[in-house]
T-cell receptor, first 112, second 115 residues
Framework: GEDVEQSLFLSVREGDSSVINCTYTDSSSTYLYWYKQEPGAGLQLLTYIFSNMDMKQDQRLTVLLNKKDKHLSLRIADTQTGDSAIYFCAVDNGGATNKLIFGTGTLLAVQP | DSGVTQTPKHLITATGQRVTLRCSPRSGDLSVYWYQQSLDQGLQFLIQYYNGEERAKGNILERFSAQQFPDLHSELNLSSLELGDSALYFC??????????????FGEGSRLTVL
C-alpha cells in the first residue's frame, strides 16, 4: 500500500524560512495535500497541488513537487510563532475514492 | 470552524465497553470519512461512506463498525474496547466521493481514553 514519510521534527527561528519534506510511494496519486494541526484542534487544509504541477505558491506557502523522485515539500516564508504546529503531508490513494493517506507529521517549532 | 461537528469531544471508558462516536458533516457534503490518530500509528484511515453507502475501507478492526444515516450523519461504533484503542478519532466530510471529490474538512475529533 501507499507509504508517506516525513521527518518528525523541525526547529526554526522566527523570520526564517521553514521547509518540510515528504516522500511517497504511489506514483498514481493525483492530489497531494498539506494539512496543519494545532494543539487540540482538527486538521486544517493549507494547500494542495495537482500531480501535473511542479510548483504552487499561495502567499507565504510554496509547494514543490518532484514527481520523478516522489518528493513533496512545503516552504513557509517568514515563519512566525503562530506557525508552530504539526504539518501533515497527505496523498490520495490513487484509487477511485477520495480517501487520503497521511504522513507521520512534522512538528514545527518556531523559536522567537 | 470547519462545519464538521463531532460528539463527544472527550470520552473515558473501561476496557471491554462499547462507545459510539457521532459526526455531522458539513451541509451539502455527501461523503464522510473516519480516521484514527494515535501516537504509534499516526493518522490511519478507517472507513468512508458516500450518501449512505460504504465506499472504501481501511485499517478498521472487526470490533469497529460505522454507518451513515439518511440525514448523512455518521456514527462510529467501537466495541470490546482495549487499551490500544485510546486515540483521537477524526471525522471528515467532502462533497463527492471520488478522487476529485473535493477538499476534506475535518472535525475537531473525539478523544477516547480506555482505562
Amino acid at each position: 500500500g501507499e507509504d508517506v514519510e516525513q521527518s518528525l521534527f523541525l526547529s526554526v527561528r522566527e523570520g526564517d524560512s521553514s521547509v518540510i519534506n515528504c516522500t511517497y510511494t504511489d506514483s498514481s496519486s493525483t492530489y497531494l495535500y498539506w494539512y496543519k494541526q494545532e494543539p487540540g484542534a482538527g486538521l486544517q487544509l493549507l494547500t494542495y497541488i495537482f500531480s501535473n504541477m511542479d510548483m504552487k505558491q499561495d502567499q507565504r506557502l510554496t509547494v514543490l513537487l518532484n514527481k520523478k523522485d516522489k518528493h513533496l515539500s512545503l516552504r513557509i516564508a517568514d515563519t512566525q510563532t503562530g506557525d508552530s504546529a504539526i504539518y501533515f503531508c497527505a496523498v490520495d490513494n490513487g484509487g477511485a475514492t477520495n480517501k487520503l493517506i497521511f504522513g507521520t507529521g512534522t512538528l514545527l517549532a518556531v523559536q522567537p | 470552524d470547519s462545519g464538521v461537528t463531532q460528539t463527544p469531544k472527550h470520552l473515558i471508558t473501561a476496557t471491554g465497553q462499547r462507545v459510539t462516536l457521532r459526526c455531522s458533516p458539513r451541509s451539502g457534503d455527501l461523503s464522510v470519512y473516519w480516521y484514527q490518530q494515535s501516537l504509534d500509528q499516526g493518522l490511519q484511515f478507517l472507513i468512508q461512506y458516500y450518501n449512505g453507502e460504504e465506499r472504501a475501507k481501511g485499517n478498521i478492526l472487526e470490533r469497529f463498525s460505522a454507518q451513515q444515516f439518511p440525514d448523512l450523519h455518521s456514527e462510529l461504533n467501537l466495541s470490546s474496547l482495549e487499551l490500544g484503542d485510546s486515540a483521537l478519532y477524526f471525522c471528515a466530510s467532502s462533497v463527492g466521493a471520488g478522487r476529485s471529490g473535493g477538499e476534506l474538512f475535518f472535525g475537531e475529533g473525539s478523544r477516547l481514553t480506555v482505562l
